[in-house]
């Protein structure tokens, strides 16, 4: 089988199957491959499981320009695979438009006669991805610089918290368990310390865990789903009420209601963050004496809001997509 007989069938299978990713399309040209016989396609997989480099590719209508840079790619490519590879290449290619027999052709054309890589064009287009990779380095450079500030401002903080969290804990464990620390052994009274800074340790870091992950915002989080395959919880997050849900877990019951909407849901997260945030603050950090229909109120109103922050963030990070044909 030729390779443009190849690319015939993979050209009818990716318009038949309008919403596969690239991922699923270079396993479909592997398929293809392995059924007619074809083992040799390492350069047609390097285009395939490239995004951008694939939908330019096979772009309908291309301009001067376009034809240029897929010129330019091409060329470039013969560089790391074999002549004959880049000729298999355009005949795949040329299922899909005949400007590729026109490369074919320039490739096969005596050397001088060639036209190779535009030096003032940034020489290809993974070339040109390289560039927003290095761009984004130095943006995530930045970004480190700026965590490493906060990071510090954030230990700072942290030891400070503990160092007046740990007391408060101590306090309620005493209360809640009727331990009378003056009647602890010398030992004793150390593990007990000990205990307690752990424990106020924990809640600290944990609190800051939460923190961190509801308010983080990166394009890295965002599935991109095809709509034909979405999974029935994904179309819940997607289609859910923040506000409701909030209100529902603030105002009626943060356990009965964060517990149905994290099974629907499929995020225990749902659960877990609001009912630590309760319990902590009801019998470790609020202390004891304090009557806790005074604040019981304002705590569970808070679990809603931050039951709130993580279903909106779940709906936020599912992005629907309808593909269409080529």
């Known amino acids: 089988m030729s390779k443009y007989n190849l690319g015939l069938k993979f050209k009818e299978s990716i ?161 809640w368990f009727r331990i009378n620390r003056m009647e602890l052994g010398f030992i004793q009274a150390k593990l007990f310390s000990a205990g307690s800074i752990a424990l106020g340790g924990i809640i600290l870091a944990t609190y800051g865990f939460f923190a961190i992950d509801l308010f983080s915002r990166s394009s890295s989080n965002i599935k991109r789903i095809p709509k034909e395959t979405i999974k029935p919880f994904q179309n819940r997050q997607k289609n859910s009420k923040p506000w409701l849900i909030g209100i529902l877990v603030g105002l009626a019951s943060p356990l009965i209601f964060s517990l149905i909407y994290a099974v629907r849901h499929r995020d225990w997260k749902i659960i877990v963050y609001p009912i630590w945030i309760y319990f902590s603050m009801t019998f470790l950090v609020i202390p004891a004496i304090i009557d806790m229909n005074s604040y019981k109120y304002y705590l569970q109103i808070f679990c809603g809001f931050i039951s709130y922050l993580i279903v909106r963030k779940n709906k936020l990070s599912i992005k629907i997509e309808d593909n269409k044909s080529i």
């Open 15 to 175: 318009l038949r199957l309008s919403s596969l990713t690239n991922t699923q399309k270079l396993e479909l040209l592997g398929n293809l491959a392995n059924e007619e016989g074809e083992k040799d396609i390492e350069i047609l997989k390097a285009i395939v499981r490239t995004k951008n480099v694939l939908d330019l590719f096979l772009k309908d209508e291309k301009s001067s320009e376009e034809k240029l840079k897929i010129k330019n790619e091409i060329f470039r490519l013969e560089k790391f695979y074999s002549k004959n590879q880049t000729l298999e290449l355009c005949d795949f290619m040329s299922a899909f438009d005949s400007f590729y027999g026109e490369i074919k052709e320039e490739i096969l054309s005596p050397k001088e006669e060639k036209e190779i890589l535009d030096t003032n064009n940034h020489s290809s287009i993974q070339n040109q991805e390289i560039n927003r990779t290095s761009k984004s380095n130095n943006n995530d450079s930045l970004l480190g610089k700026v965590q490493s500030f906060g990071g510090s401002v954030g230990s700072l903080l942290f030891i400070i918290g503990l160092f007046v969290l740990k007391d408060i804990v101590r306090a309620n464990l005493s209360f």
